[in-house]
């Protein structure tokens, strides 16, 4: 058996000011049997003999002598009606409490619904849990467990819950060890060996199931490793894992480069592929289609990647920065397909940069047909980078001697206005290199040049009116050319920024609308958009702006968020440029907190909505279906008591049996709602006990009619007692039964099946009636429900609901499926009761 461990280390180091929060240490396992209860008692023992007061608040051994046996020296505190005393844990003060199954759903009636709630309060109370969780139980994988191993799971705890344990620890057995201690009975009793390996602890589904719970505890390690770089400010990367980083612009080549860095993480077991588009400014990367991008996003995640988009004025610096955020191991970036010329006049592209600063992250560069470019929010203090503005002068002073050199050589070919048209086009070219101080120095070099070398005389510089005037007016052409030019360029590339933006926004947008509008999901996307550190949301009015901590060199930029919050960002300073675009970023945080406040409003309002609709139903109820047997009995009785008519001993003995059958009918009725009122207010008091169905189902076969079909039976002694309140038992098996009935075509029987697997027995009763359609199902557990009913006069419609709410009073779950060949089938599973001497009270 082997151990993995992920702690945090500062996690409840934080004292309130009367009480420190407990810390919480959770025992994951893959499935049952894999050791976790004994790894909880064997931690207690060395704690206990350490000298720290341990006692065990809760633990099942289910019977098991090995877990038993663990309990040897260990203080135990009694139970309260079967559950947890969360009273007596807090008046004993221990400093280490072990509580087991945390997932588990406390009985109605009691103080917390879920034991999670009771180990909240005794953390809050400072005292430290240690707890077990069965991977199947976590709410984000119930329906892949579901998928694997075809076993529901009705008791889950949240994730989160899981997450924010200051300790965890994965319990961890292969699959044939598991396997072999379930053969030798250290698990089950002998009976239930052979269906247990040959269901939900085959090798496969235990295979798949340890899988996950090693991938899921990697997930935390991993998060525990980055909130750790992070505090510390560790900016290297540590290949703890494959992450590779591709790096899209829009273009066509963006499918090749996901797939080629989708096969080079899929090369080590547990690789994460990561997709990012950053936001460019260059104006000839303006054209970059929204839509490749949301095909290019589509195609990253649907091979198990993740899309990220940055916005960044410096390409290769922003692209850096968020793959050593992501302690990214690999960069996969498409190859440029510019000219040496290009590359002299605008620098080094953004692949050769990469490459020269990405220090331990390796860079793949990979060829594609055309080179796509993506877009960058641009500065607004300068629109042309450094390199471009160094080459333009040069070029205003290089270009024109060159072109007079080359001019010269040709005297005679050209006459003076070709010559001059090939002086303004070598200006024009400047501009759109350099801009308007560029163009501006050429057009000077050029008129001088051009007065110089070929207006006559030549050689010499000319003052008459005609030569000057066609100087200065070839000047002020070319300058105006350029300028123009120069402002083309500069609107085009705020034109390029509005499209960065609002791409941007749109992506947010379309995180929105898929459903990752949860707050702590804006923030993460807040802090990868902008390149920051870390992101938070705080509350403070506005005219006193809270003072979040601020760490040594750590720029924080604050934006307020409605009237009492505001988002706090660390990590570097924002330009002007970009709070633009965060401002706006923050504006859906304000709307998706407004939207959180208000679902938390319609989630206390609907308690209120479902009791009014209760309420209504239940009118609707007594005015009609309580009527009839109370009109049939008040017939009878009055008849009896009239004095104008003479009745025969048998008239007498008839209404006598309609009274008497219409005051039971209506005692059921009255009962039924009174105790649906009871559960629905948490106030049906229960007995557990080991209960078998034969001690029941006597008294639930009388309640059938008369004319009710027969009842076939089979298993029933082949399975162990259950834990269950043994009236309530009598009346769900009776309203199951009477429903089956009911709906049963004439000259077939019912059939009630039992057999036992996992801990539960389940007993199907079938019919072979017209069924229910799946969308109908749940529909039938709702009160005041008849679906299916042809009359009235069958009652209330609260019997399937009345027996899924007692059924689950006692820990137990009421299922409708079909039943091969037609019909309905029913089926409850209750827990197998632990002994046959253990007697329980809720």
Request: proline share 5%; hydrophobic share 45%; aromatic share 4%.
């Amino acid at each position: 058996m082997s151990y993995a461990r992920v702690g945090n280390e500062e996690a409840g180091s934080v004292v309130a000011a009367e009480v420190r929060r407990g810390r919480l240490k959770v025992l994951l396992g893959a499935a049952p049997g894999v050791g976790k209860t004994c790894r909880m008692l064997d931690e207690g023992r060395r704690r206990a003999e350490r000298g720290t007061d341990v006692v065990v608040a809760y633990v099942d051994c289910r019977g098991r002598r090995r877990t038993q046996e663990k309990l040897t020296g260990l203080e135990l505190l009694p139970r309260a009606q079967a559950e947890l005393d969360l009273d007596a844990v807090l008046a004993r003060r221990p400093e280490v409490a072990l509580v087991d199954e945390l997932p588990h759903t406390n009985a109605p009636g009691g103080r917390n619904a879920a034991r999670r709630q009771d180990v909240e309060e005794l953390l809050a109370a400072g005292i430290d849990v240690v707890t077990t969780v069965n991977i199947a139980h976590l709410e984000s994988l119930g329906d892949v467990v579901e998928k694997i191993t075809g076993v529901p799971q009705y008791e889950s705890v949240p994730d989160d819950v899981v997450r924010r344990a200051d300790e965890l620890e994965l319990v961890d057995l292969p699959a044939e060890a598991l396997r072999r201690r379930m053969a030798h009975g250290d698990l089950y009793p002998p009976e239930q060996v052979d269906a247990a390996l040959a269901h939900y602890f085959r090798v496969g589904n235990l295979t798949a199931l340890r899988e996950l719970a090693l991938l899921w505890v990697a997930g935390r390690v991993d998060e525990a490793l980055q909130k750790y770089r992070s505090e510390h400010g560790i900016g290297g990367v540590w290949e703890t894992r494959e992450r590779v980083v591709v790096a899209l612009t829009g273009g066509p080549e963006g499918a090749t480069l996901i797939r080629r860095a989708a096969r080079i993480a899929a090369r080590s077991a547990g690789g994460d592929l990561l997709a990012v588009h950053i936001a460019r400014s260059d104006v000839l990367a303006a054209g970059a289609s929204s839509a490749a991008l949301a095909a290019q996003r589509a195609l990253a995640e649907s091979l198990g990647g993740s899309y990220h988009c940055v916005v960044g004025d410096d390409v290769p610096t922003a692209l850096l920065e968020f793959a050593r955020a992501e302690n990214a191991t690999q960069l996969v970036l498409g190859t440029s397909s510019r000219s040496r010329l290009e590359r002299f006049l605008t620098g080094r592209g953004i692949g050769e940069t990469v490459v020269g600063h990405s220090d331990d992250i390796d860079v793949h560069m990979v060829t594609h047909e055309r080179a796509g470019r993506g877009h960058l929010l641009p500065s607004r203090r300068r629109t042309l980078p450094t390199s471009r503005l160094i080459a333009g002068p040069v070029l205003g002073l290089v270009l024109p001697i060159a072109l007079t050199f080359l001019l010269d050589h040709a005297r005679g070919s050209l006459n003076l206005t070709s010559e001059a048209l090939l002086f303004l086009l070598t200006v024009v070219g400047v501009a759109c290199v350099g801009g308007v101080v560029s163009a501006v120095v050429a057009s000077v070099t050029a008129s001088l040049l051009l007065n110089y070398w070929f207006i006559p005389p030549v050689g010499a510089f000319t003052s008459t009116l005609d030569s000057v005037l066609a100087t200065v007016v070839f000047a002020v052409v070319a300058g105006t050319v350029a300028a123009v030019v120069d402002r083309s360029l500069r609107l085009s590339r705020r034109s390029a920024r509005a499209t960065a933006e609002a791409e941007t926004l749109s992506s947010l947008a379309g995180s929105i609308v898929r459903g990752d509008q949860t707050v702590p999901a804006l923030l993460e996307r807040a802090r990868e958009t902008f390149g920051m550190d870390s992101v938070e949301l705080l509350d403070a009015p506005v005219a006193e702006p809270p003072t979040p901590p601020v760490r040594a060199g750590v720029p924080v930029t604050q934006v307020p968020i409605g009237q009492d919050a505001r988002l706090v960002l660390r990590g570097r300073t924002l330009p002007a440029s970009e709070r633009r675009v965060l401002t706006a970023f923050a504006a859906h945080v304000t709307a998706a907190v407004e939207r959180a406040r208000l679902a938390e409003a319609a989630a206390e309002v609907e308690p209120v909505k479902a009791a009014d609709r209760m309420r209504t139903a239940l009118l609707a109820a007594v005015s009609h279906d309580l009527r009839t047997p109370l009109a049939g009995g008040w017939a009878a009785i009055s008849s009896l008591r009239s004095s104008d008519v003479e009745f025969s001993e048998e008239d007498r003995a008839e209404l006598l049996a309609t009274a008497d059958e219409s005051m039971a009918r209506l005692n059921r009725l009255i009962e039924n709602l009174l105790d649906m009122s009871r559960l629905q207010a948490g106030a049906l008091t229960l007995s557990l006990r080991p209960t078998v169905l034969e001690e029941v189902l006597p008294a639930a076969l009388e309640a059938l009619p008369p004319d009710a079909p027969a009842v076939e039976t089979r298993g029933l002694e082949t399975v162990p007692a259950v834990l269950a309140d043994p009236p309530l038992l009598e009346r769900v098996i009776a309203n199951l039964l009477g429903n089956a009935a009911r709906h049963a075509p004439e000259g077939t029987s019912v059939l009630l099946t039992a057999s036992a697997l996992a801990g539960r027995v389940e007993f199907r009763i079938v019919d072979r009636g017209p069924g229910l359609p799946a969308a109908d199902r749940e529909k039938a557990f709702v009160p005041f429900q008849r679906l299916g009913d042809t009359d009235n006069t069958t009652g209330v419609g609260l019997g399937l609901a009345l027996s899924r709410g007692l059924t689950e009073s006692m820990a137990g779950t009421l299922t409708p499926e079909d039943t091969p060949g037609g019909g309905l089938t029913m089926v409850l599973a209750l827990p197998a009761a632990e002994a046959p001497a253990a007697v329980r009270s809720v």
